[in-house]
């Protein structure tokens, strides 16, 4: 029997899954899951810790936040902004810093772990 924590990310993952490459999804989200860090974002209620919600974020929306990088602007960017208490007069620095450390990311196939620590330096 799927644990009930578990049981709602499998709900809220099915979309992603869906809609991009199974591949990377699939290893993504198994790196995730079989992580000692990934089980150690969850409150014995199954939330996700405060101070966890930037990785787990990053971790199942890193194909959007991608996309959003390259055109230097998009809701997933702006989610991470504000989940990375990133100022608002900040934003549009942020924001040109993510667009140009794109080509970086992309080159290297980075992962979302290396991707946000590459964007945290700019923050």
């Known amino acids: 029997m799927t644990h009930p924590r578990y049981r709602w990310i499998l709900v809220a993952c099915a979309p992603l899954i869906l809609s991009l490459s199974a591949c990377s999804v699939t290893e993504t989200i198994s790196n995730f899951l ?35 990088m390259a055109r230097g602007q998009g809701e997933y960017l702006d989610s991470l902004t504000t989940l990375m208490a990133v100022p608002p007069d900040r934003r549009a620095a942020f924001n040109a810093y993510a667009q140009s450390r794109y080509p970086l990311v992309i080159q290297h196939r980075s992962s979302p772990e290396e991707t946000l620590l590459l964007l945290v330096e700019h923050s």
């Open 34 to 68: 079989s992580s000692t860090s990934g089980r150690s974002w969850w409150t014995e209620d199954g939330l996700i810790k405060t101070d966890q919600r930037v990785n787990a974020f990053m971790v199942f929306n890193f194909e959007n936040i991608k996309q959003d």
